[in-house]
């Protein structure tokens, strides 16, 4: 019985949490039948309404106004700038749902975007363009590739035991490969994450490693590192099961886009000798990772501002794996050679 | 958000519980649906690559032309409520985020920290760009700009940074540019706080600040003078190479394809028209857009060649790294070149042909 109420209950709780918001989206500018009946109620609207005068606003301080008023002993008037979110989820019949992520006043709320970087907007204009006019296929009118069906394959044969069995990955995998579709201006290969990692073995015997290796990853990607312990006991590596001895930073939008413009205009250019990313790079779905060693991490600016402040021996190199949504090798190479990522030695494809 | 998700999941799962006369009306079968289905999947469409009959009876000159152009050099100019956004937001992430750590940066009772210690009581907060204001206290809620305030605009924050990177931050030094313009200079003791600044020299220790090289200018000669065959304009739009042809047509360069692939004869028309001080690179092997010349029935039958029904230029994408176009040279008979916008372009050419390369042309 209660289950059977459960959907009426929830659309019921939905629809209570989206009154506010169904409010405000309700311009007062937009014309419905019922527009010239609201203007007879209310007289004025913050749309009519001319902006104040000049110097009015030259002489508006809002700090002065806050100052008097409470030289005045006048609080504010009550219950105005005192929400606060639930500190814990409650589930989604509780009446006090916690603000969207969006929201300034929820309690993860991440500030940002601060900027547009450079390097997304030379993608938007040029490199998008250019790479939809390298890789762009030809279908003529009244011609399509062929439909590719069913890619598992079947149990063949007389057991009756190959009845309802799942089917069978394709032969020499466990998984299926992407599907290179045909390229559109929908479906050009964009940088989607940025991941920095770093191994420190170390670690195990004296955390200060992972510390330090923490503070750079984090310097350098502006995003907070994440420590990881190691699954198993490895003897060839000397890796103790249970202990710490990683750290990675997943760099998204804006940071991403930061860290790899810093990366190939300030970085690798003054790298001595360096031949390029491994052109075996690649796992087949668009993500290229390559390593740099200690030294060349210590060319961030932001480890090289300070680098009196790491222990020098214990400045970590670092594996960089850039995500694309490409969905081959060949792809995401392109999009790397764009951005100024050059490849050496024998083309993994 | 995991309380936002779980509402979200079960209002997905509590509309599949629709009353019987609204599934009744959704499910409705509409002129659309019958259309759609009408149509079987496996239509007369083929599998195998359509190839043209080899001797056709009427036929197009093929013609190639060449999109030659330069992206854009420099970022482009934010909207006045973009950089109002990013300077809230920035703000915001100051209440947010934790203090900065500042020893970790600054050693104890240097002269960079007396002087570290001097900015951040002028400007109150670490962050260089943002203006005077601070995240923490009583009064961090005042975060907004107020009208006509200038702490939003990308200049602003740059010559913040300069000063920054140059000014030591002593009394009368970096004054008279950002504190004094906010209005904000007068407030809490600041002046009182502002005659206990150390003095610039600590142990003997003077600290110089070298001078910066300030960015070059957004606008440049060539935009002032209206130069329109210098590649140096509009720096942050794309400019494409459009030429006059004898017959006073501007147009991007074309020229009729011989025996030859699209891309080899984009290469050789690029040569052709703009010489060889041009550092290019053909994008691609196929075409991004084409434009169809028909002859009118009456002239068509007084030309030599009736079967030639008029002629079809398909476009080759080509970016321009270095040099400049010369068409002293020329070998298709060009009168002029310019290197223009997109919204030039528009005015410079025919209806017709803009119609048919409007769409290859980027935004920006």
């Known amino acids: 019985m209660a289950l059977r109420e459960l959907p009426l209950r929830t659309a019921v709780a939905f629809c209570r949490d989206a009154r506010p918001l169904l409010h405000a989206i309700r311009p007062l500018s937009c014309r419905n039948a019922s527009t010239d009946a609201l203007k007879e109620l209310t007289s004025s609207s913050s749309f009519s309404v001319p902006p104040p005068s000049q110097e009015l606003a030259q002489g508006y301080d809002p700090v002065a106004r806050s100052r008097l008023r409470r030289l005045k002993k006048r609080g504010l008037p009550p219950s105005r700038y005192q929400y606060r979110p639930p500190k814990y989820y409650r589930g989604p019949l509780h009446p006090h749902q916690p603000p969207p992520e969006s929201d300034p006043s929820s309690r993860v709320f991440q500030p940002g975007p601060f900027s547009i970087p450079r390097l997304e907007e030379t993608y938007q204009s040029t490199i998008a363009s250019d790479l939809l006019t390298l890789t762009y296929m030809h279908y003529p009118p009244g011609w399509r590739p062929e439909k590719i069906g069913q890619r598992l394959r079947t149990w063949t044969g007389d057991s009756p035991y190959f009845k309802n069995r799942p089917l069978r990955p394709p032969r020499g995998s466990d998984h299926l490969r992407l599907l290179n579709e045909a390229r559109n201006f929908r479906n050009i290969p964009k940088i989607t994450k940025v991941t920095v990692h770093s191994m420190v073995p170390e670690a195990q015997d004296n955390s200060a490693h992972l510390h330090i290796a923490g503070m750079i990853v984090q310097a350098i990607t502006n995003v907070r590192a994440v420590a990881h312990k190691a699954k198993h006991n490895v003897v060839g590596w000397g890796l103790r099961e249970g202990k710490y001895i990683s750290v990675t930073a997943d760099a998204e939008r804006e940071d991403a886009y930061h860290f790899l413009a810093k990366l190939v205009d300030v970085v690798l250019p003054r790298i001595k000798e360096w031949k390029g990313v491994p052109g075996s790079s690649g796992d087949g779905s668009g993500n290229i990772s390559f390593g740099l060693t200690p030294d060349q991490v210590s060319l961030f600016p932001e480890v090289e501002i300070n680098y009196d402040a790491y222990p020098p021996k214990m400045i970590p190199g670092c594996h960089i794996t850039i995500h694309t949504d490409a969905t081959s090798n060949k792809d995401a190479r392109l999009l790397m050679q764009a951005i100024g990522l050059p490849f050496y030695g024998k083309l993994n494809d | ?364």
């Open chain 2, 1 to 364: 958000m995991s309380g936002q998700q779980t509402s979200r999941r079960l209002a997905v799962r509590a509309s599949q519980y629709i009353c019987r006369p609204c599934r009744d009306t959704i499910s409705r079968n509409t002129y659309s649906t019958a259309a759609t289905a009408l149509q079987p999947d496996d239509q007369p469409l083929q599998h195998i690559y359509p190839v043209a009959s080899a001797t056709p009876r009427t036929s197009y000159v093929v013609n190639t032309g060449v999109v030659l152009s330069r992206p854009p050099q420099i970022t482009r100019d934010l909207h006045p409520f973009e950089s109002a956004y990013f300077l809230y937001q920035r703000r915001l992430n100051e209440r947010l985020a934790l203090p900065f750590t500042r020893y970790f940066y600054i050693k104890k009772n240097t002269p960079a920290d007396i002087e570290w210690k001097r900015k951040l009581r002028q400007r109150l907060t670490p962050a260089r760009d943002i203006g005077r204001y601070k995240g923490y206290g009583d009064e961090a809620w005042n975060d907004e700009a107020l009208i006509g305030a200038s702490e939003s605009q990308v200049q602003w924050q740059v010559e913040r940074l300069l000063d920054d990177a140059e000014k030591t931050g002593k009394e009368g030094e970096g004054e008279g540019q950002g504190e004094k313009k906010d209005g904000e200079e007068k407030e809490e003791g600041g002046e009182g706080e502002k005659k206990a600044v150390a003095p610039t020299t600590i142990g003997g220790k003077i600290i110089e600040h070298e001078a910066f090289e300030r960015p070059m200018s957004r606008v440049t000669e060539a935009d002032l003078k209206g130069d329109l065959k210098s590649l140096n304009r509009q720096l942050q739009r794309t400019l494409y190479l459009v030429v006059k042809d004898k017959s006073g047509q501007w147009m991007f360069p074309q020229d009729k394809m011989t025996k030859e692939s699209l891309h080899v004869a984009a290469e050789r028309i690029i040569v052709q028209s703009g010489g060889i001080n041009m550092n290019t690179w053909v994008v691609g092997k196929v075409p991004i857009g084409h434009h169809q010349v028909d002859i009118p029935e009456e002239s068509l039958k007084a030309s030599p060649n009736p079967n030639e029904l008029g002629y079809k230029t398909f476009f080759m994408k080509a970016r321009i790294m270095a040099g400049q176009a010369d068409l002293k040279e020329n070998k298709l008979g060009l009168e002029d070149f310019k290197w223009l916008t997109r919204e030039e372009i528009e005015k410079a050419v025919t209806f017709d042909y803009w119609r048919s390369v409007r769409n290859m042309l980027g935004d920006r």
